[in-house]
């Protein structure tokens, strides 16, 4: 029998409870590593990252991000017998990850990141983002984070998560109790995926740590606004899983807003990347 296969027997599910209680007695008795404590901007739940103070002598760029063309109809999932049994897995298979972009008809796209290929000698405030894990659903369905910043995992329900943070070589795993924070740090930018080892492999959300901190994540509206950009002309990406890159090029002139929009659209399902294996490596403090 494979890992999988024992991960979703109905002896594991039976012991689940009490093997999760153990391993968290057992797993999590190394403390981590003591970090210097910078001052951290709480982000919120939210993708929206709390305002920065403005920086004489910078602009910023806004705009909105819309999903165009067609956008594909929700994705059936399988639901077993196994998922049936594990609380609120069938609804979220049925609804929220059979959508994946988040929105059934082209408009304002929540969630998308867009960055600005801007460079400065001062490190931004380091921020909180959050990821909310669920009976078997995460939020936000995309996160980004800059190397600074604090991940924080939490856990929404009294189900027991084994949480996972994989990809860019490394591995976090780490049981996530009812009501419980975490707080993880990735040192090495790239994609990674979060996920639950105790879940089916589709209950994801894909994290991306960016190299510069020049961007932001659109909120429900479809709107993003990046601050404290330095005057210069760049070049902007907008991205979204399941959709494809959208370059452009903005002007910055200190104390202005410059505006730029971007249009997206839903890949082939060919080109889609499945759901990631795990991708070990050293872990993460």
Same mark, same amino acid.
């Given at each position: 029998?494979?890992?999988?296969? %024992? ?5 594991? *599910?039976?012991?689940?409870? !009490?093997?999760?209680?153990?391993? !968290?007695?057992? +797993? #999590? ?5 003591? *970090? ?17 103070? *403005?920086?004489?002598?910078?602009? #910023?760029?806004?705009?909105?991000? #819309? ?6 109809? /929700?994705?059936? $999932? ?20 059979? +959508? ?7 408009? /304002? ?18 921020? *909180? ?20 910043? +604090? ?10 998560? %084994? ?8 591995? $976090?795993?780490?049981? %996530? ?15 990674? $995926?979060?996920?639950?080892? %105790? ?13 510069? /901190? ?5 909120? !429900? ?16 990406? !907008? ?17 202005? +807003? ?25 872990? $993460?403090?």
């Amino acid at each position: 029998m494979n890992v999988r296969e %024992l991960l979703f027997s109905k002896a594991f *599910r039976a012991a689940r409870v !009490a093997t999760a209680l153990a391993a !968290a007695g057992c +797993t #999590r008795s190394t403390p981590e590593p003591v *970090r210097p404590t910078p001052a951290v901007v709480d982000a919120g739940a939210s993708t929206a990252t709390a305002a920065p103070a *403005r920086v004489p002598g910078t602009g #910023r760029v806004e705009g909105v991000v #819309r999903l165009v063309g067609v956008v594909p109809p /929700p994705s059936p $999932i399988v639901i077993d017998h196994d998922v049936e049994q594990m609380r609120g897995c069938a609804a979220a298979a049925r609804g929220y990850y059979a +959508t994946p972009f988040g929105i059934t008809a082209p408009g /304002p796209l929540p969630e998308a990141l867009v960055t600005v290929d801007a460079h400065s000698a001062t490190q931004p405030t380091p921020q *909180r983002r959050h990821a909310t894990y669920d009976d078997c659903s995460i939020t936000p369905r995309f996160v980004a984070m800059f190397l600074t910043d +604090t991940l924080v995992l939490h856990a929404s329900t009294d189900a027991h998560h %084994l949480t996972m943070v994989d990809g860019a070589g490394a591995t $976090i795993a780490q049981m %996530l109790l009812p009501g419980e924070d975490q707080e993880k740090h990735v040192t090495r930018p790239g994609r990674y $995926i979060l996920h639950s080892r %105790l879940f089916p492999n589709w209950m994801q959300s894909p994290l991306v740590a960016v190299l510069n /901190p020049y961007f932001d994540q659109t909120d !429900a509206a479809g709107r993003y606004v990046v601050e404290n950009v330095p005057p210069g002309t760049y070049a902007m990406h !907008a991205w979204f899983p399941g959709a494809g890159a959208v370059d452009a090029s903005v002007t910055v002139v200190a104390g202005q +807003t410059a505006q730029q929009d971007f249009a997206l659209s839903a890949l082939p399902p060919s080109a889609v990347r499945p759901p990631a294996a795990p991708d070990a490596g050293p872990p $993460i403090p």
